[in-house]
């Protein structure tokens, strides 16, 4: 009996199948009878630009943009608007925001280095922004927030429309049919919380739904 195929191996393929025919690149493999030298194609290509920020530079900026309107922000509701503010860069100007990685628990998309940070608040507000351990000094120090104007109005917009929402309705809004996270948790062979939401599935995706686009 053949072993299952791994976690890593389901997602390229769950990837692959949400791809239009057009998007696929078949061009290292052109139809042939003689299989003899065939060799495996190439996977398509990444249809977005990528920037390197430090998601918990984006997570400090969500919060500075939430206390800055009154409102209180806890560990559940940061990581959620955090990620609808990389949506909402991916789909409207289709730019993935980090290298950081974005995956699929319980209660929904969440990046660890915001969660292990702010577990301590429980569900309580965050009170304070997210610094980074430096090993070489032995002590946490402050994140540089240096994000481009498009990405603070990504930001500020999603501030605005979503950061009033309690942690629940921001946790059932990126638990909605058809969303990225959907797709990865409720997978036929579902693995464990460390299952990761690409940048491909959010696009995919969003053909079908967005919150920050308004189409609900």
Same mark, same amino acid.
């Given at each position: 009996?053949? +072993?299952?195929?791994?976690?890593? #191996?389901? %997602?390229?393929? %769950? +990837? ?6 057009e998007d696929i690149?078949?061009? =290292?493999?052109?139809?042939?009878? !003689? ?19 430090? @998601? %918990?530079?984006?997570?400090?900026? $969500?919060?500075?943009?939430a206390w800055d ?7 559940? &509701?940061?990581?959620?608007?955090? *990620?609808?503010?990389?949506? %909402? ?23 660890? +280095? ?6 301590? *608040?429980? +569900? ?17 120090? !402050? ?7 498009e990405t603070a109005? !990504?930001?500020?917009?999603?501030? =605005?429309?979503?950061?009033? *929402?309690?942690?629940?309705? #921001? ?10 996270? !959907? ?8 693995? &464990?919380?460390?299952? $990761? @939401? ?6 995919? &995706?969003?053909?079908?739904? &967005? $919150? ?5």
């Amino acid at each position: 009996m053949a +072993e299952p195929l791994n976690h890593e #191996l389901q %997602r390229q393929l %769950r +990837e692959l199948a949400l791809l239009r025919d057009e998007d696929i690149d078949t061009s =290292d493999i052109p139809e042939v009878t !003689d299989w003899s030298r065939a060799t495996r194609p190439s996977q398509p290509e990444a249809s977005y630009a990528e920037k390197d920020y430090d @998601i %918990r530079a984006v997570a400090n900026a $969500v919060l500075k943009s939430a206390w800055d309107r009154g409102l209180e922000v806890t560990n559940m &509701s940061l990581n959620k608007l955090v *990620f609808f503010v990389l949506e %909402r860069a991916l789909v409207e100007r289709n730019v993935w925001l980090t290298k950081a990685r974005l995956e699929a628990w319980d209660h929904g998309p969440v990046f660890r +280095e915001i969660y292990t940070h702010s577990k301590k *608040f429980g +569900e309580q507000p965050v009170t304070e922004l997210i610094k980074a351990y430096s090993v070489h000094q032995r002590r946490f120090l !402050d994140v540089p927030t240096q994000l481009d104007e498009e990405t603070a109005a !990504d930001i500020k917009a999603v501030t =605005d429309k979503l950061a009033h *929402f309690p942690a629940a309705r #921001l946790r059932a809004l990126s638990h909605s049919k058809d969303s990225a996270w !959907d797709w990865v948790y409720n997978a036929s062979q579902k693995t &464990s919380a460390g299952m $990761v @939401i690409s940048p491909v599935m959010i696009l995919a &995706s969003a053909r079908r739904r &967005s $919150v920050t686009r308004g189409r609900r």
